[in-house]
């Protein structure tokens, strides 16, 4: 009998312990994890976000109470698309996330707080079931083995402002490698320029009808669309250091001096503007693959943010799309 009651204790108990783990599970997490995470944004001099690491599971609500310590902050998740949100100072406000797949997202402050802006950066690490993450693919720049640290300027430039209504005049006789999107990301427009120059079939063109030409090859690789996308990215990310026009004058950078002559940009702590994108050399000479490359990996040693976990691809290529604007109009109308 005393074994048969034991049987019956032990059965109990581990039924109990079933129908409890449930309910233990979840309490475990919400120690953990908690339900409510109270975030502080802060100058980056001052420690930026706190806390700047998060860790949730898949599938699993949080809500973020925001909260600034100093001056306006903006809290944004890169490549997600999530209204941004403002976080004044002495005051609360609060969003409710759920990742749905496992993975790691970056989180980043949206208003120019202040020179060092771009290092109030942290991290969402989402655990749990859920699909394998998609492993990120390697970045063109790596593929083609370009230095993006090797100056670029143009050895060749326009007479005038390239047309490509002109050169739509003349894309017949363009080569099939012309139009390859490959060949879009992996040469610049001056380096097509110059395969084109070579061509035996178009030595009856003058330079600047390629040129047009080369403009036309341009186009046919973005839409209105992606260049207004672009431009909104430029005027929120970019335009404060590197100017509305491209011209490296941005309000964060003014007080600095000019890059080299050389276009040799040592380190940020040298106190130098971004280049002058208005000189037309600067991205003429510049690959779509060597421009989405800085965009990605950042500016090493020249205090350029990485935008690598914030922009989604499509946004990296719209982007640079637009930049090549900056290029195009700033050649003279006419000789």
Known sequence: MKHEHLARVIIVTLLALVLALPVIGKFLWHLSYPAVLEMHARLPESGGWSPSTITVRSGQPITLRFTSEDVVHGFAIGKLNQPEIEILPGEFVEATLTFSAPGTYTFYCTRWCGPNHWRMRGVINVIGDGSTPTPEPTPLYLVLGIDLDTPHRAEIMPHRMADPQRGAKLKDRLPAYALEHTTYLSNSPASLWMRLR??????????????????????????????????????????????????????????????????????????????????????????????????????????MPYWGPIFTPEQIDALVAYLYRFAWNALPEHP
């Open 198 to 303: 070579a061509e035996p079939s178009l030595q009856v063109l003058n330079d600047d009808d390629l040129w047009d030409l080369v403009a036309w090859v341009w186009e046919q690789h973005t839409s209105p669309q992606a260049i207004a996308t672009g431009q909104k990215l430029y005027a929120q990310n970019c335009a404060a250091c590197h100017g509305e026009t491209g011209q490296g004058d941005g309000v964060m950078m003014r007080d600095l001096s000019p890059p080299p002559s050389d276009n040799h940009i040592t380190t940020y702590n040298g106190h130098t503007r971004p280049p002058d994108w208005s000189d037309p050399r600067q991205l003429l000479g510049a690959s779509p693959a060597l421009l989405a490359g800085k965009v990605t990996r950042g500016g090493m040693g020249t205090g």
